[in-house]
């Protein structure tokens, strides 16, 4: 590393390790460095979102490429700052009321089609003798006690509760292997912390 | 008449949007690429709400609170330097004091603040993680055989590799299936609620 | 209060402890942890790998930093993969942080090739609002990105010459860490049907498994494990695989802590009876 990499890196192993003063306890430290993340995040997302969304969405369109049409709902888009004010704050909803509408229209049938339609198609698979189909069979029990165990219309008694419970236990496994895998996930954010850590301080004291 | 407006265009757009879907033609897409842009240039001019709420209230938490202030005035200073750092699009760019800034101060904090979850999930695995009864012995020993599979266990491995496969495809997806045929009723129900005005939640109070 | 009890309530400042010196014991003491390649990463590999030079691909950089330990290695190896078979990478992110760290990778990873920007890939940058990008990614990628991240318009990029929307592309790879997965598969695939498959952190990783079955994806890279077997079959050295022996040491102290705790509650219990 050279020296100004040297002292960037100083400088984020600094502010890793007020993070992990935590630990410990809460401290004046890993506050500086919260609020410190908290202003810089902000900032960067400002001005990306200038550079990269409103210029190329707004500006450009309407003063470089003649579009005109953009005029229209950067006024919808500047009626949604009116919610901070009492007395014009209704026209904020007729912008929102616009986004919602679309955003619903278009994902009703987009997830009727992904979540229902597709799990549905590939949950009836033919079956046959062998591994593959013995594990359809397992598949097909198991999806349907699931669903068994989410429908509070009926008492969950006699065969009705035996589905449920079989559904419950499925479900279970379900949560159990999330859980590992999330074990996983969690201590690779620490792993990968610990690796920048050491190869900091052997560039530090190494070279 | 003003909560009615928004309901009718609602109503109006999230009917045309639905049959849009159903139609392949040349209307039908224009209607449906302008629709969304438009939708997008809306929401882009709706963000700057979410900077101007944080910068207010940093404001007053360094004003009003004492003991807060030098907290507040780190956050603002942050929120500043990287405001003049970035001023032209060219900061954007890998080597750029902003690009630095972003890399060595914004990476390291967010990825180490995330980090501290390993702490927290073992010490959850310590206390809570118990075989009381036949549910938690079933979601305890399910989350045993997956974490063994990074552990070389010699020939026992490919036999703990093979069950996780196992576990992970069929009971594992059966369960997330059913979870999300459920997800996918209710989030219908929520859309036909919303375009037919029963939900009105998303127009706040008057 | 007995042996049991006491061990049971430990000071969590302990158990942090012993955690962390279990995850530093590998920077010190280092041995090798062999990784076994799943099916739904190999997927993800062949997939790229029988792509002819010149092809495109979309590669989505859809994380912030708080996943970079998962997602950023699985990011490095692909874009490695694609550059050294000379396929054309259009690369975008709809995540705000991600901006930074995928035109980090690009540069990296673009550099080691001496590949070309607007050229050999195409890097549209960050937009908001990820099911909209994509529903509009798929009617044509200049109306929500009507310039790259560097400010140049796309119709004057030679290789978005030829590509419009997801149809000009041989398929979709997205590296997310939150539901612009879900946007993907719903607004995506749902409207378009491309081949697209998934890196996604471990915390993710088992809700996907429904649609891999169901062939909306056809390939799930899976955490830090998926990085590591998908560094290994692309042979770059990153720090996937690096990680796999700090993870080992880490999983047997955490089963150990199960299996203490769980000793010492049945203890616990039998003593009380």
Request: glycine share 8%.
């Given at each position: 590393m050279t020296t100004v990499e040297l002292l960037w890196n100083g400088l984020a192993a600094f502010l890793t390790l007020c993070i992990f003063s935590f630990l410990y306890k809460d401290n004046p430290f890993y506050k500086f460095a919260e609020q410190l993340v908290a202003g810089v995040a902000l900032g960067y997302w400002t001005m990306l979102l200038y550079h990269t969304t409103f210029t190329d969405k707004v500006l450009f369109p309407i003063f470089q490429q003649g579009k005109l049409h953009y005029i229209l709902p950067t006024i919808m888009g500047i009626m949604m700052w009116t919610r901070f004010s009492k007395k014009l704050a209704y026209l904020s909803r007729i912008a929102i009321a616009f986004y919602i509408g679309v955003g619903t229209g278009v994902g009703l049938p987009l997830y009727m089609y992904n979540y229902v339609f597709r799990q549905l198609q590939a949950t009836v698979v033919p079956l046959n003798v062998s591994w593959l189909g013995f594990n359809s069979l397992l598949m097909v029990v198991f999806i349907i006690c699931t669903l068994i165990y989410f429908f509070f219309s009926k008492e969950h008694t006699g065969a009705f509760g035996g589905f449920s419970r079989v559904g419950i236990y499925t479900l279970m496994v379900g949560f159990g292997a999330s859980f590992g895998l999330t074990v996983m996930g969690r201590v690779a954010l620490l792993v990968q912390r610990i690796i920048f850590l050491r190869e900091y301080f052997i560039a530090l004291f190494g070279s | 008449m003003r909560r009615q407006i928004p309901l009718y265009i609602v109503l109006v757009s999230g009917i045309v949007f639905v049959i849009q879907f159903f139609i392949p033609s040349h209307e039908s897409e224009f209607i449906f690429e302008y629709g969304q842009d438009w939708v997008m240039v809306i929401g882009i001019l709706a963000l700057p709400l979410g900077i101007w709420s944080y910068l207010r209230k940093t404001c007053l938490t360094a004003v009003?609170?004492?003991?807060?202030?030098?907290?507040?005035?780190?956050?603002?200073?942050?929120?500043?330097?990287?405001?003049?750092?970035?001023?032209?699009?060219?900061?954007?760019?890998?080597?750029?004091?902003?690009?630095?800034?972003?890399?060595?101060?914004?990476?390291?904090?967010?990825?180490?603040?995330?980090?501290?979850?390993?702490?927290?999930?073992?010490?959850?695995?310590?206390?809570?993680?118990?075989?009381?009864?036949?549910?938690?012995?079933?979601?305890?020993?399910?989350?045993?055989?997956?974490?063994?599979?990074?552990?070389?266990?010699?020939?026992?491995?490919?036999?703990?590799?093979?069950?996780?496969?196992w576990i992970l495809s069929v009971p594992n997806m059966a369960a997330k299936r059913g979870l999300l045929i459920g997800i996918g009723l209710g989030a219908i129900a929520t859309c036909i609620k919303i375009i037919l005005g029963i939900e009105r939640t998303y127009m706040g109070r008057d | 209060m007995n042996f049991y009890e006491k061990m049971l309530n430990i000071d969590r400042r302990w158990i942090y402890l012993v955690l962390a010196i279990a995850v530093i014991l590998p920077a010190v003491v280092s041995f090798y942890v062999p990784v076994n390649v799943t099916p739904e990463v190999r997927r993800v590999y062949d997939f790229i790998e029988d792509l002819e030079p010149g092809d495109k691909i979309y590669v989505g950089i859809d994380y912030d930093p708080?996943?970079?330990?998962?997602?950023?290695?699985?990011?490095?190896?692909?874009?490695?993969?694609?550059?050294?078979k000379n396929l054309r990478p259009v690369v975008a992110t709809l995540s705000q942080f991600g901006a930074g760290m995928a035109e980090q990778a690009l540069a990296d990873v673009a550099s080691k090739y001496n590949k070309a920007s607007g050229i050999d890939y195409c890097y549209l940058g960050y937009k908001p609002y990820p099911a909209i990008t994509i529903m509009l990614m798929g009617v044509d990628f200049r109306v929500p990105f009507p310039q790259d991240y560097y400010g140049t318009p796309l119709d004057s990029l030679p290789l978005m010459r030829y590509v419009h929307n997801f149809s000009d592309l041989s398929g979709v790879i997205d590296l997310t860490s939150g539901n612009t997965a879900d946007f993907w598969i719903i607004y995506g695939y749902g409207r378009y049907f491309m081949p697209l498959a998934l890196g996604v952190t471990g915390v993710m990783a088992a809700d996907y498994y429904p649609y891999l079955q169901s062939g909306q994806i056809f390939g799930l890279i899976s955490g830090i494990k998926g990085a590591a077997e998908y560094e290994a079959l692309t042979g770059y050295k990153g720090e996937g695989l690096k990680s796999i022996p700090y993870q080992t040491a880490s999983h047997v102290i955490i089963l150990a802590f199960i299996i203490i705790s769980n000793i010492g509650y049945f203890a616990s219990r039998r003593r009380e009876k």
């Amino acid at each position: 590393m050279t020296t100004v990499e040297l002292l960037w890196n100083g400088l984020a192993a600094f502010l890793t390790l007020c993070i992990f003063s935590f630990l410990y306890k809460d401290n004046p430290f890993y506050k500086f460095a919260e609020q410190l993340v908290a202003g810089v995040a902000l900032g960067y997302w400002t001005m990306l979102l200038y550079h990269t969304t409103f210029t190329d969405k707004v500006l450009f369109p309407i003063f470089q490429q003649g579009k005109l049409h953009y005029i229209l709902p950067t006024i919808m888009g500047i009626m949604m700052w009116t919610r901070f004010s009492k007395k014009l704050a209704y026209l904020s909803r007729i912008a929102i009321a616009f986004y919602i509408g679309v955003g619903t229209g278009v994902g009703l049938p987009l997830y009727m089609y992904n979540y229902v339609f597709r799990q549905l198609q590939a949950t009836v698979v033919p079956l046959n003798v062998s591994w593959l189909g013995f594990n359809s069979l397992l598949m097909v029990v198991f999806i349907i006690c699931t669903l068994i165990y989410f429908f509070f219309s009926k008492e969950h008694t006699g065969a009705f509760g035996g589905f449920s419970r079989v559904g419950i236990y499925t479900l279970m496994v379900g949560f159990g292997a999330s859980f590992g895998l999330t074990v996983m996930g969690r201590v690779a954010l620490l792993v990968q912390r610990i690796i920048f850590l050491r190869e900091y301080f052997i560039a530090l004291f190494g070279s | 008449m003003r909560r009615q407006i928004p309901l009718y265009i609602v109503l109006v757009s999230g009917i045309v949007f639905v049959i849009q879907f159903f139609i392949p033609s040349h209307e039908s897409e224009f209607i449906f690429e302008y629709g969304q842009d438009w939708v997008m240039v809306i929401g882009i001019l709706a963000l700057p709400l979410g900077i101007w709420s944080y910068l207010r209230k940093t404001c007053l938490t360094a004003v009003k609170k004492p003991k807060e202030r030098f907290f507040a005035g780190v956050s603002l200073f942050g929120f500043a330097i990287m405001m003049l750092t970035g001023l032209r699009r060219e900061s954007l760019m890998a080597g750029s004091l902003y690009m630095d800034l972003f890399n060595y101060i914004l990476v390291p904090i967010q990825a180490t603040i995330f980090s501290l979850l390993a702490f927290y999930i073992a010490s959850a695995a310590y206390r809570a993680f118990r075989a009381r009864s036949v549910i938690a012995t079933l979601l305890l020993g399910t989350a045993f055989i997956v974490m063994l599979r990074l552990i070389p266990l010699g020939p026992i491995s490919d036999a703990n590799q093979a069950l996780v496969a196992w576990i992970l495809s069929v009971p594992n997806m059966a369960a997330k299936r059913g979870l999300l045929i459920g997800i996918g009723l209710g989030a219908i129900a929520t859309c036909i609620k919303i375009i037919l005005g029963i939900e009105r939640t998303y127009m706040g109070r008057d | 209060m007995n042996f049991y009890e006491k061990m049971l309530n430990i000071d969590r400042r302990w158990i942090y402890l012993v955690l962390a010196i279990a995850v530093i014991l590998p920077a010190v003491v280092s041995f090798y942890v062999p990784v076994n390649v799943t099916p739904e990463v190999r997927r993800v590999y062949d997939f790229i790998e029988d792509l002819e030079p010149g092809d495109k691909i979309y590669v989505g950089i859809d994380y912030d930093p708080a996943s970079l330990a998962e997602l950023h290695p699985m990011a490095y190896a692909i874009l490695d993969q694609c550059f050294r078979k000379n396929l054309r990478p259009v690369v975008a992110t709809l995540s705000q942080f991600g901006a930074g760290m995928a035109e980090q990778a690009l540069a990296d990873v673009a550099s080691k090739y001496n590949k070309a920007s607007g050229i050999d890939y195409c890097y549209l940058g960050y937009k908001p609002y990820p099911a909209i990008t994509i529903m509009l990614m798929g009617v044509d990628f200049r109306v929500p990105f009507p310039q790259d991240y560097y400010g140049t318009p796309l119709d004057s990029l030679p290789l978005m010459r030829y590509v419009h929307n997801f149809s000009d592309l041989s398929g979709v790879i997205d590296l997310t860490s939150g539901n612009t997965a879900d946007f993907w598969i719903i607004y995506g695939y749902g409207r378009y049907f491309m081949p697209l498959a998934l890196g996604v952190t471990g915390v993710m990783a088992a809700d996907y498994y429904p649609y891999l079955q169901s062939g909306q994806i056809f390939g799930l890279i899976s955490g830090i494990k998926g990085a590591a077997e998908y560094e290994a079959l692309t042979g770059y050295k990153g720090e996937g695989l690096k990680s796999i022996p700090y993870q080992t040491a880490s999983h047997v102290i955490i089963l150990a802590f199960i299996i203490i705790s769980n000793i010492g509650y049945f203890a616990s219990r039998r003593r009380e009876k």
